[in-house]
């Protein structure tokens, strides 16, 4: 292992150019890659397709497309490829969400799935307190409102 890798997670990722390799080993590199998120994601998904408040708030029977939506949304905001952007432009969350009743329940149900989802991962403390952090910011953020 070179001393590079052993560097701890940067929330900013330094390229040699604009266009050019990560001048510093990323979060998404560090926990594993694309592997990782997708048994992330695929783990979450199983927890929502039994969700009677979270389900219906995906169009789709099938969950798999939104499932490769959020692992490529989740492998970009650490470090690894930009399809998300390429495909759909700016994440915009916000407004992604707006048409969906976000309430307290819902983000409580939406973080209870993915605590679950992220215990299966393994990661060290440091990538999983790390994870978590954001994970757990991301739901309050969607929050629109307040009604039952």
């Known amino acids: 292992m070179t001393e590079q890798q052993n560097l701890p ?3 900013v990722h330094l390229r040699s150019s604009e266009h050019g390799e990560a001048a510093l080993v990323s979060f998404y590199e560090q926990v594993g890659g694309r592997p990782t998120f997708e048994k992330l994601v695929a783990e979450f998904y199983r ?3 039994g969700d009677p408040v979270l389900k219906p708030m995906y169009p ?5 497309p939104a499932a490769e939506r959020l692992t490529q949304f ?3 905001y650490w470090g690894g490829p930009g399809r998300y ?3 759909r432009g700016h994440p915009r969350l916000r407004m992604r969400h707006v048409a969906y009743k976000v309430n307290p ?3 409580d149900r939406w973080l209870s799935h993915m605590r679950d989802a992220l ?4 990661l060290s403390p440091l990538h999983e307190a790390t994870l978590w952090d954001y994970l757990q910011r991301a739901a309050h953020s969607l929050v ?3 009604e039952e």
């Open 9 to 11: 997670a940067s929330p």
């Open 47 to 49: 927890g929502v397709a």
């Open 60 to 64: 789709e029977d099938d969950l798999g």
């Open 74 to 76: 989740l492998e970009q």
């Open 85 to 87: 952007s390429e495909r």
């Open 105 to 107: 329940d819902a983000r």
């Open 119 to 122: 215990d299966t991962l393994e």
């Open 144 to 146: 629109n409102t307040f």
